[in-house]
Protein backbone atom coordinates (compact mmCIF):
# COMPACT_ATOMS: atom_id res chain seq x y z
CA UNK A 1 0.00 0.00 0.00
CA UNK A 2 1.18 3.23 -0.79
CA UNK A 3 0.67 7.13 0.01
CA UNK A 4 2.71 9.75 -1.34
CA UNK A 5 6.37 7.67 -0.76
CA UNK A 6 5.00 6.77 2.60
CA UNK A 7 4.55 2.86 3.02
CA UNK A 8 1.58 2.54 5.39
CA UNK A 9 1.71 -0.84 7.44
CA UNK A 10 -1.76 -3.27 6.79
CA UNK A 11 -4.29 -3.02 10.31
CA UNK A 12 -3.16 -6.69 11.13
CA UNK A 13 0.70 -5.85 11.04
CA UNK A 14 -0.49 -3.05 13.00
CA UNK A 15 -2.03 -4.99 15.46
CA UNK A 16 0.51 -7.89 15.41
CA UNK A 17 2.98 -5.31 16.90
CA UNK A 18 0.92 -3.65 18.79
CA UNK A 19 -0.22 -7.41 20.46
CA UNK A 20 3.08 -7.44 20.69
CA UNK A 21 3.99 -4.57 22.55
CA UNK A 22 1.24 -5.54 24.90
CA UNK A 23 2.60 -8.91 25.34
CA UNK A 24 6.25 -7.79 26.02
CA UNK A 25 5.14 -5.45 28.70
CA UNK A 26 3.56 -7.75 30.47
CA UNK A 27 6.29 -9.62 31.04
CA UNK A 28 8.58 -6.71 32.29
CA UNK A 29 9.74 -5.40 29.56
CA UNK A 30 9.64 -3.01 26.98
CA UNK A 31 10.95 -2.42 23.87
CA UNK A 32 11.15 1.33 24.14
CA UNK A 33 14.13 1.42 21.01
CA UNK A 34 11.31 0.32 18.48
CA UNK A 35 8.19 1.85 20.11
CA UNK A 36 10.53 4.97 19.41
CA UNK A 37 11.49 4.22 15.76
CA UNK A 38 8.11 2.69 15.30
CA UNK A 39 6.91 6.81 16.09
CA UNK A 40 9.73 8.39 13.86
CA UNK A 41 9.77 5.94 11.01
CA UNK A 42 6.56 4.19 11.02
CA UNK A 43 5.95 0.56 11.12
CA UNK A 44 7.28 -0.75 8.61
CA UNK A 45 10.35 1.47 7.93
CA UNK A 46 11.14 1.04 11.72
CA UNK A 47 10.76 -2.84 10.86
CA UNK A 48 12.45 -2.76 7.56
CA UNK A 49 15.85 -0.97 9.26
CA UNK A 50 15.81 -3.42 12.32
CA UNK A 51 16.04 -6.54 10.85
CA UNK A 52 18.57 -5.59 8.26
CA UNK A 53 20.85 -4.51 10.66
CA UNK A 54 23.97 -6.87 10.78
CA UNK A 55 23.48 -7.34 14.25
CA UNK A 56 20.90 -9.29 15.75
CA UNK A 57 18.66 -6.97 17.99
CA UNK A 58 18.50 -6.79 21.69
CA UNK A 59 14.75 -6.96 21.59
CA UNK A 60 14.78 -10.13 19.26
CA UNK A 61 16.51 -11.85 22.22
CA UNK A 62 15.14 -10.60 24.85
CA UNK A 63 11.41 -11.40 23.35
CA UNK A 64 12.65 -14.90 22.57
CA UNK A 65 13.97 -15.43 26.17
CA UNK A 66 10.14 -14.50 27.33
CA UNK A 67 8.94 -17.26 25.32
CA UNK A 68 7.72 -14.54 22.70
CA UNK A 69 9.62 -15.46 19.69
CA UNK A 70 6.73 -15.86 17.57
CA UNK A 71 6.00 -12.17 18.42
CA UNK A 72 9.20 -10.32 17.37
CA UNK A 73 9.26 -8.01 14.25
CA UNK A 74 11.15 -10.77 12.39
CA UNK A 75 7.94 -13.36 12.99
CA UNK A 76 6.04 -10.40 11.84
CA UNK A 77 7.85 -9.80 8.63
CA UNK A 78 7.58 -13.73 7.70
CA UNK A 79 3.69 -13.72 8.83
CA UNK A 80 2.90 -10.50 6.55
CA UNK A 81 5.58 -10.80 3.79
CA UNK A 82 3.87 -8.85 1.15
CA UNK A 83 4.90 -5.81 3.02
CA UNK A 84 8.46 -6.30 3.18
CA UNK A 85 10.96 -6.08 1.12
CA UNK A 86 12.82 -9.20 -0.13
CA UNK A 87 15.87 -8.82 1.88
CA UNK A 88 13.93 -7.94 4.89
CA UNK A 89 11.75 -10.99 4.39
CA UNK A 90 15.73 -12.84 4.05
CA UNK A 91 17.10 -10.92 6.98
CA UNK A 92 14.41 -12.11 9.28
CA UNK A 93 14.16 -15.56 8.21
CA UNK A 94 17.84 -15.94 8.92
CA UNK A 95 17.70 -14.26 12.34
CA UNK A 96 15.14 -16.78 13.01
CA UNK A 97 16.64 -19.91 11.82
CA UNK A 98 19.78 -19.11 13.83
CA UNK A 99 16.97 -19.08 16.95
CA UNK A 100 15.93 -22.33 15.95
CA UNK A 101 19.52 -23.68 15.70
CA UNK A 102 19.91 -22.51 19.30
CA UNK A 103 17.47 -23.98 20.40
CA UNK A 104 17.88 -27.38 19.22
CA UNK A 105 21.59 -27.95 19.87
Not at 25 to 33: D, E, N, V
Not at 43 to 54: D, N, Y
Not at 70 to 84: G, L, P, Q, R
Request: proline fraction near 2%; charge should be positive.
Amino acid sequence: MQMGTERIASPALEAFIDRTIELAKARGYIPTIFIGMRRQYGTLEAIERLVQTGDIQSGFKRLAQLGLADWTIEAAVTKFTNEFSRHARECAEWRLEQLHQKRTR
